[in-house]
T-cell receptor, first 110, second 113 residues
Framework: DQQVKQNSPSLSVQEGRISILNCDYT??????FLWYKKYPAEGPTFLIS?????DKNEDGRFTVFLNKSAKHLSLHIVPSQPGDSAVYFC?????????FGTGTRLQVFP | DAGITQSPRHKVTETGTPVTLRCHQT?????MYWYRQDPGHGLRLIHY???????DKGEVSDGYSVSRSKTEDFLLTLESATSSQTSVYFC????????????FGQGTRLTVV
């Protein structure tokens, strides 16, 4: 059973526009969420996180929104840049287990 | 960059042979994790460790064992490799474990033929 789901395997966005990546989780025990970015042949790198006591966290061009009642979070990238093209994973802590989603491949085109 | 080294970076092995992957850290972090990445499945947790000699199972632990005899090393062993274990394996470390970011190694590409 996939506890963290990213239902869109891919997303294509024009440079300068907003990218919105979505993530759903099934277990209300998750209380801290993170987004990671991954380039080919590299390990994932941390982008931004959010605690379940908040509904928004912003860091530069990246904003994460959390809707606990819907068990849904999203990552907004504004403005999108070609260098943002990568696979994005959402993840959540269920006690001390860090569980990842299936990933969304973002392509930003000129 | 966090000091995490995975070895080997690439390995080809035959079905039925045991294989050990090593994760070495220089950050003195308490938590260490092993994941595998496969198309359509994202990153799946295999095993993790919350201290020396303290380990627990993840989402896909069957066919894998781990050991952590010292803080800096976390070993993942495929007891008898199968073709379904062909994957890219990532190690991650985290200082406090819960509710903190984890740092990843560069990955090990394992092919079982």
């Amino acid at each position: 059973d996939q506890q963290v789901k990213q239902n869109s395997p891919s997303l294509s966005v024009q440079e300068g526009r907003i990218s919105i990546l979505n993530c759903d989780y099934t277990n209300s025990m998750f209380d801290y969420f993170l987004w990671y970015k991954k380039y080919p042949a590299e390990g994932p790198t941390f982008l931004i996180s959010i605690s379940s006591i908040k509904d928004k966290n912003e860091d530069g061009r990246f904003t994460v929104f959390l809707n606990k009642s819907a068990k849904h979070l999203s990552l907004h990238i504004v403005p999108s840049q070609p260098g943002d093209s990568a696979v994005y994973f959402c993840a959540g802590y269920n006690t001390d287990k860090l569980i990842f989603g299936t990933g969304t491949r973002l392509q930003v085109f000129p | 960059d966090a000091g995490i080294t995975q070895s080997p970076r690439h390995k080809v092995t035959e079905t039925g042979t045991p294989v050990t992957l090593r994760c070495h850290q220089t950050e003195n972090h308490r938590y260490m994790y092993w994941y595998r990445q496969d198309p359509g499945h994202g990153l799946r947790l295999i095993h993790y460790s919350y201290g020396v000699k303290d380990t627990d199972k993840g989402e896909v632990s069957d066919g894998y064992s781990v050991s952590r005899s010292k803080t800096e090393d976390f070993l993942l062993t495929l007891e008898s490799a199968t073709s379904s274990q062909t994957s890219v394996y990532f190690c991650a470390i985290s200082g406090q474990g819960v509710n903190t970011e984890a740092f990843f190694g560069q990955g090990t590409r394992l092919t079982v033929v």
